[in-house]
């Protein structure tokens, strides 16, 4: 969208099919990694973290990512089951915030996305002791080795810590550059994950 047409968004009623109309937007347009989130957390002392991670799944449930339950984020996230959430795209000079309570998603999703995934990928989820201290590289590159070595021929199995996470959203917030910082931003909220969505035009 464009300086011209980016306050054509605002008068949109349904945060769902907008997001579904910028990711699809943004897929054709932005060079790499469309679906890469800036995903933040808080630790149990109440210090913010933030990474980015893939995000691999949306539905009226709301949005999925998956990782390694006890990293940095797994482990901020099962003491403070809230996350927070920004999509940027340079490329349409847009952005969506997300905020929202988060659930693990059910073994069958992250098996069935597991599954999907390249092996030499699955097989990095298992060698991977992730946010742990590592000593060298090579320990890691042996490590897939050998699993490549172990599994040769037989299923790779999801690791019972790797699985999928999801936030449901009670805030989804949807900006769009324009002249001279004179922003469109229009924000979609709820009660809870449930709720009918009201919305409000924010100053930039």
């Not at 973290?49 to 995000?55: A, E, I, N, Q, Y």
């Not at 847009?94 to 030499?120: C, K, L, N, T």
Request: net charge neutral; no cysteine; proline share 5%.
């Amino acid at each position: 969208m464009n300086a011209l047409n980016a306050g054509d968004f605002t008068l949109s009623d349904d945060p769902d099919a907008l997001f579904d109309t910028w990711m699809a937007e943004a897929s054709a347009s932005e060079p790499r990694d469309p679906n890469a989130i800036q995903l933040a957390t808080v630790d149990r002392d109440g210090r913010p973290d933030v990474r980015t991670v893939l995000l691999k799944g949306k539905d009226a449930r709301g949005f999925t990512f998956y990782t390694n339950a006890e990293s940095a984020k797994g482990e901020e996230l099962k003491a403070n089951m809230q996350a927070a959430f920004v999509l940027y795209w340079k490329s349409l000079n847009r952005q969506i915030r997300v905020r929202g309570a988060v659930e693990a998603v059910s073994d069958a999703e992250s098996d069935s996305y597991f599954d999907s995934r390249h092996p030499r990928s699955r097989l990095g989820a298992i060698a991977s002791q992730q946010s742990r201290p590592l000593d060298s590289r090579a320990t890691l590159e042996d490590r897939v080795a050998a699993l490549e070595e172990e599994y040769r021929g037989r299923p790779i199995p999801r690791p019972r810590y790797w699985h999928g996470f999801r936030v449901k959203p009670y805030q989804i917030e949807f900006w769009a550059d324009r002249d001279n910082r004179l922003h469109d931003r229009i924000v979609f909220r709820r009660e809870g994950a449930e709720g009918a969505w009201t919305k409000q035009r924010l100053y930039p």
